[in-house]
T-cell receptor, first 111, second 111 residues
Framework: GQSLEQPSEVTAVEGAIVQINCTYQ??????LSWYQQHDGGAPTFLSY????GLEETGRFSSFLSRSDSYGYLLLQELQMKDSASYFC????????????FGKGTRLSVIA | NAGVTQTPKFRVLKTGQSMTLLCAQD?????MYWYRQDPGMGLRLIHY???????AKGEVPDGYNVSRLKKQNFLLGLESAAPSQTSVYFC??????????FGPGTRLTVL
């Protein structure tokens, strides 16, 4: 089967840095995406890694290691508005599910 | 550009009733998807389409049907609603699969 594991909850202080890890077991793995979802809202795309290494987009960075089947999302200079759920999602070229989502990590940013 | 729109936003059904959810996108994307999201869960793919006139089953297709008669529209039908189909339904579209754009969601309750 295909599965992704990520922590269910993370709490961090405003202004700090937080890392959300994701390990995956996916046949036909092609790349790893990250999405943010605020309560009551729709998921929004944050980043995508097809190759090993770090991708940086402003305060957010995402990392992928194919050999370790592992990735992470790094959020810097945390703001209260970053409190949300974050989902990793594996893009697959095989099977009947082209994009498999993890169950999400709920990030709470505290003052 | 409106992006991805979904109608209706809310709906309450009785067990056994049928309904159709409409998704429309104005980004000329080939790929379109229907997901459901339940509390504490990630998004699970119901059906998807890789182009006009094509559909494919996702992870949880039972009890749902879809049609993609026009490139910009993707319809999700519930033939005979069951309480287990109470969920939030998200439609998404994508140019290549890695970055998906989500609609605002439809909150469906089946009594």
């Amino acid at each position: 089967g295909q599965s992704l594991e990520q922590p269910s909850e993370v709490t961090a202080v405003e202004g700090a840095i937080v890392q959300i890890n994701c390990t995956y077991q996916t046949s036909g793995f092609y790349g790893l995406s990250w999405y943010q979802q605020h309560d009551g809202g729709a998921p929004t795309f944050l980043s995508y890694n097809a190759l090993d290494g770090l991708e940086e987009t402003g305060r957010f960075s995402s990392f992928l290691s194919r050999s370790d089947s592992y990735g992470y999302l790094l959020l810097q200079e945390l703001q209260m508005k970053d409190s949300a759920s974050y989902f990793c999602a594996a893009l697959s070229l095989s099977g009947n599910t082209p994009l498999v989502f993890g169950k999400g990590t709920r990030l709470s940013v505290i003052a | 550009n409106a992006g991805v729109t979904q109608t209706p936003k809310f709906r309450v059904l009785k067990t056994g009733q049928s309904m159709t959810l409409l998704c429309a996108q104005d980004m000329n994307h080939e790929y379109m998807y229907w997901y459901r999201q339940d509390p504490g869960m990630g998004l699970r793919l119901i059906h998807y389409s890789v182009g006009e006139g094509t559909t494919a089953k996702g992870e949880v297709p039972d009890g749902y049907n879809v049609s993609r008669l026009k490139k910009q529209n993707f319809l999700l039908g519930l033939e005979s609603a069951a309480p287990s189909q109470t969920s939030v339904y998200f439609c998404a579209s994508s140019y290549s699969g890695d970055e998906q754009f989500f609609g605002p969601g439809t909150r469906l309750t089946v009594l």
